[in-house]
T-cell receptor, first 114, second 109 residues
Framework: DADVTQTPRNRITKTGKRIMLECSQT?????MYWYRQDPGLGLRLIYY???????NKGEISDGYSVSRQAQAKFSLSLESAIPNQTALYFC?????????????FGPGTRLTVL | GQNIDQPTEMTATEGAIVQINCTYQ??????LFWYQQHAGEAPTFLSY??LDGLEEKGRFSSFLSRSKGYSYLLLKELQMKDSASYLC??????????WGAGTKLIIKP
């Protein structure tokens, strides 16, 4: 079984709809991240959480919100989706105790906003 | 501002060697990562450098010069499955990863 899972894998929605992307991990890591990836651009950080009670904005948090329901679960919400939020979204986890704090990624969610 | 530069695309021949360069300008430095990403898939970790020098891992090696703000990923004995994008990322003084746009590597038979 995959260590980091994301649901759904693909989603098509309409402008103005609220949607939620979910991420679960079995790696036992404290740190979790949400990124988006657009063609020709590097991964951009939306939100990150270093533990259940810690939530931090990333580079591009406007239009997004997150919830850390448990150590293993971190969900991303788009309150009112707009077409320029069409992108590939990745969840990642890391563990500072692992020395390098390397991030490990889920398989991604391809989101299309019409 | 913070910036990571990598070539957009490179082409190499199966069995050959290729070097993918990465230059960076960031607010602080706390390590540099290389990831491999096949089209439509998740990035997967390849290597980590925090001190100057070469780190070797099988067919892949990564080099870092902090004074020059420069790294490269060296791939030897190229195989068709190495066709992918290679992402360079630097951890800055705020402990955030700054990502390059990636280098698409095309392997020809």
């Amino acid at each position: 079984d995959a260590d980091v899972t994301q649901t759904p894998r693909n989603r098509i929605t309409k402008t103005g709809k609220r949607i939620m992307l979910e991420c679960s991990q079995t790696k036992g890591h404290d740190r979790m991240y949400w990124y988006r990836q657009d063609p020709g651009l590097g991964l951009r950080l939306i939100y990150y959480s270093f533990d259940v009670k810690d939530i931090n904005k990333g580079e591009i948090s406007d239009g997004y919100s997150v919830s850390r329901q448990a150590q293993a679960k971190f969900s991303l919400s788009l309150e009112s989706a707009i077409p320029n939020q069409t992108a590939l979204y990745f969840c990642a986890t890391s563990d500072l105790a692992g020395d390098t704090d390397t991030q490990y990624f889920g398989p991604g969610t391809r989101l299309t906003v019409l | 501002g913070q910036n990571i530069d990598q070539p957009t695309e490179m082409t190499a021949t199966e069995g050959a060697i290729v070097q993918i360069n990465c230059t960076y300008q960031t607010s602080g430095f706390n390590g540099l990562f290389w990831y491999q990403q096949h089209a439509g898939e998740a990035p997967t970790f390849l290597s980590y450098n925090v001190l100057d020098g070469l780190e070797e891992k099988g067919r892949f090696s990564s080099f870092l010069s902090r004074s020059k703000g420069y790294s490269y990923l060296l791939l030897k004995e190229l195989q068709m499955k190495d066709s992918a994008s290679y992402l360079c990322a630097v951890r800055d003084s705020n402990y955030q990863l700054i990502w390059g746009a990636g280098t698409k590597l095309i392997i020809k038979p």
